[in-house]
């Protein structure tokens, strides 16, 4: 009863307060606090404050939060123990026997064996002489004014 009360005199303070915002010639702050205003007389006639009074002097409620803020409380801890370890059971089981599960499933083998190489091609003879001539390179660098 005192809640629906308080309730409908904050909605009455909050839409005076709009009329005179909206005397003010300021009509989008004014709608903004019409509908901060509703929202109170919303929750009474929908039920939601007469609930919440019945659940905060309710000790079955209280007690049913505590167990779901120990049911978090666990989770939580037990997460960060999971991090703090390195994974799950069955991550830390394949870790120590060698398979991390990153390789593609095609790759049965690494991509370059140790000790084998390609052979190296010989360098295809350019047209201004030797590889490690720049005469092209510095024609192009000069063509741009760089």
Do not use: N, Q
């Not at 009455?12 to 307060?17: C, K, R, T, Y």
């Not at 005397?23 to 709608?31: E, I, Q, T």
């Not at 003879?125 to 590889?131: C, I, L, Q, R």
């Amino acid at each position: 009863m005192i809640a629906e009360t308080v309730c409908s005199a904050v909605s009455a303070a909050g839409l005076g307060i709009a009329v005179v915002t909206a005397y003010r010639k300021r009509y989008l702050p004014a709608a903004r606090v019409t509908a901060y205003a509703l929202v109170p007389v919303g929750l009474v006639m929908t039920g939601i404050v007469g609930w919440l009074a019945d659940t905060a002097f309710s000790p079955t409620a209280w007690a049913g939060f505590g167990v779901l803020g120990a049911a978090w409380l666990l989770f939580a801890g037990t997460r960060a123990v999971e991090r703090r370890r390195g994974g799950t059971r069955a991550e830390r089981r394949a870790a120590r026997r060698g398979g991390t599960g990153a390789v593609a499933p095609a790759a049965s083998a690494p991509s370059l064996a140790t000790g084998t190489r390609p052979a190296a091609r010989p360098a295809a003879p350019s047209a201004t002489g030797s590889p490690d001539d720049f005469s092209d390179i510095e024609a192009i660098l000069k063509k741009h004014g760089i």
